[in-house]
């Protein structure tokens, strides 16, 4: 079956380190993203990427890194600059392209930082 | 700038009530609109979107949501809510190449 696996679906992190959420598509889509949701305030675009090696910082790219080395991948590294990263991270591909189709989810990410 | 616009970040509806999401959108081109929906800890799930063409669109579940351009508005219906329909519910318009997502409203269900 076709889909979105963001791994893992719990992740804890002690302050000042850095961590990775690992994201993956086989729907053969060029665009992915990732959105940061937090209660009551819908999601909020981190990065996106329209093409494998090339992507673009949201609205909210601040202590957050990405890299799209395949078509497949576009994981999402939260540093330790990034002040408040406990949230709920989800990740999305599109077909992509000049126009932009539905996206399609991944089951999300939580972060906490103890 | 494109936006978007959710009236109510809470809603609730008895069971087997007409269920009316409202969404209301800002756009420099047109509109590409979407309703999503998402239950607790898990992503995002397409139920319908609006291109081009009819304006009155019909998604998954049951739910169904009108293009009005002179409203700008996008609203999502259903006309007996279930249970299952409890969930917070996504209103998003579509620029050049990202979508923009309006903050969400969370449907209750009244047994």
């Known amino acids: 079956d076709g889909g979105i696996t963001q791994s893992p679906k719990y992740l804890f992190r002690k302050e000042g380190q850095n961590v990775t959420l690992s994201c993956e598509q086989n729907l053969n889509h060029d665009a992915m993203y990732w959105y940061r949701q937090d209660p009551g305030q819908g999601l909020r675009l981190i990065y996106y990427s329209q093409i494998v090696n090339d992507f673009q910082k949201g609205d909210i790219a601040e202590g957050y890194s990405v890299s799209r080395e395949k078509k497949e991948s576009f994981p999402l590294t939260v540093t330790s600059a990034q002040k408040n990263p406990t949230a709920f991270y989800l990740c999305a591909s599109s077909i992509g392209g000049l126009e932009v189709y539905e996206q399609f989810f991944g089951p999300g990410t939580r972060l906490t930082v103890l | ?111």
């Open chain 2, 1 to 111: 700038a494109q936006s978007v616009t959710q009236l109510g970040s809470h809603v609730s509806v008895s069971e087997g009530a007409l269920v009316l999401l409202r969404c209301n959108y800002s756009s420099s081109v047109p509109p590409y609109l979407f309703w999503y929906v998402q239950y607790p800890n898990q992503g995002l799930q397409l139920l319908l979107k609006y291109t081009t063409g009819a304006t009155l669109v019909k998604g998954i579940n049951g739910f169904e949501a009108e293009f009005k351009k002179s409203e700008t508005s996008f609203h999502l219906t259903k006309p007996s809510a279930h249970m299952s329909d409890a969930a917070e519910y996504f209103c998003a318009v579509r620029t050049h190449d990202k979508v923009i997502f309006g903050p969400g409203t969370s449907l209750s269900v009244i047994p």
